[in-house]
């Protein structure tokens, strides 16, 4: 299991990448694994300001659909348009070309609360 060290986690298996006053985030891993295929990412909160832990979209898998949950509070910037025509992009690149949206973040405190990749590959059994 892939669990870069440079990246921040939550315990809902959204990881974030963080550059200046901007995250980008997107499934983990281990997250997508255990989805299985992924169908079709929905993500209808670009422009939106939310608050931490809110829902900001949804990820189809073959047999379940599941919440995406933001990892911090701040305003959606932009979305991987690229996961409309490709969402299994999120299986093969989950880290990479999988990203799922960009937050223009306003409470970097919150950074401080997400699982470094040690304590995230503890609370999957990594």
């Known amino acids: 299991m892939n669990i870069p060290a440079d ?3 939550t315990k ?3 990881w974030v ?7 980008t985030v997107g499934i983990t891993d281990f997250a997508q694994g255990e989805l299985g295929d992924i169908v079709y990412v929905e ?18 898998a073959v047999k379940t659909v599941s919440d995406l949950f933001l990892p911090l509070t701040g305003e959606i910037i ?10 299994e992009t999120v299986n093969t690149d989950p880290y990479g070309a999988g990203w799922m949206i960009k937050i223009k973040f306003s409470d970097a405190t919150e950074v ?3 699982l470094s990749a040690q304590a995230y ?3 999957v059994g990594a």
Do not use: M, Q, W
Not at 78 to 87: G, I, K, Q, T, V
């Open 17 to 23: 990448r963080i550059e200046g006053d901007t995250a």
């Open 43 to 60: 993500v209808e909160t670009v422009d939106e300001t939310l608050d931490k832990d809110e829902v900001f979209g949804t990820v189809e």
């Open 121 to 123: 590959g503890e609370l």
């Open 7 to 9: 990246l921040k986690y």
């Open 12 to 14: 809902d298996h959204e």
């Open 78 to 87: 932009s979305f991987n348009e690229s996961l409309e025509d490709d969402p």
């Open 112 to 114: 401080e609360e997400l």
